[in-house]
């Protein structure tokens, strides 16, 4: 295994996405949009893509995007969570199969597992293989700044790479710039 302190590189670049705010009852897509951020805070690319609400094209849709824009320049993923679009659950480590980039999938706080195959099972037509992502999906506790934890999923990255990614590309505050500039892009689409 490759020493963590080596891997994360000051010109690293990372791709954020963050999904828009939707109403279920009013839109049947959501905009997922992506950051391309620079570990020192520099936005390097944006796009767009929509994806079903409630539907189970997320994964191959964020695949697509990162393979069609970033992949070339890009080192790493961030996500707010796996799921998109109310139910619409991606699969990190099939994106992480498929585009090469570990990914991480954080969240302030710790998913109710419980609660969310309960969502499943009453509103989706196939709920066995949402809650099969969501079973082979681990969750790790991890720190920003030796103070402030957060949770994450993790696919083609260890814990250890992932708190120091974490911690490098959190400027100010509590969230990762990537994310952080993400979301405050997807207020405006």
Excluded at 122 to 130: E, L, N, S, V
Excluded at 147 to 162: P, Q, V
Excluded at 167 to 185: D, V, Y
Aim: net charge positive; charged share 25%; glycine share 6%.
């Amino acid at each position: 295994m490759l020493n963590p302190w080596i891997n994360v590189k000051k010109l690293s670049r990372v791709i954020g996405v963050c999904g828009s705010a939707f109403d279920r009852f009013r839109h049947d897509r959501e905009t997922l949009l992506f950051a391309l951020v620079r570990m020192d805070g520099r936005l390097e690319g944006v796009s767009r893509i929509s994806i079903d609400t409630d539907g189970t094209d997320s994964t191959s849709a964020i695949s697509d995007e990162i393979l069609n824009r970033y992949c070339e320049r890009a080192n790493y993923v961030m996500l707010p969570g796996i799921t998109f679009g109310g139910l619409n659950l991606c699969d990190i480590s099939e994106i992480n199969a498929a585009t090469g980039l570990p990914v991480l999938s954080i969240v302030r706080h710790r998913p109710d597992l419980d609660s969310i195959k309960h969502a499943v099972m009453k509103h989706t037509p196939d709920p066995q293989k949402r809650i099969a992502i969501l079973e082979r999906t681990g969750i790790f506790a991890l720190f920003i700044n030796n103070s402030y934890m957060i949770y994450a999923n993790l696919a083609g990255i260890d814990a250890a790479e992932a708190e120091l990614l974490l911690r490098k590309s959190t400027l100010f505050g509590k969230m990762p710039e990537p994310l952080r500039i993400a979301r405050m892009i997807s207020g405006i689409v």
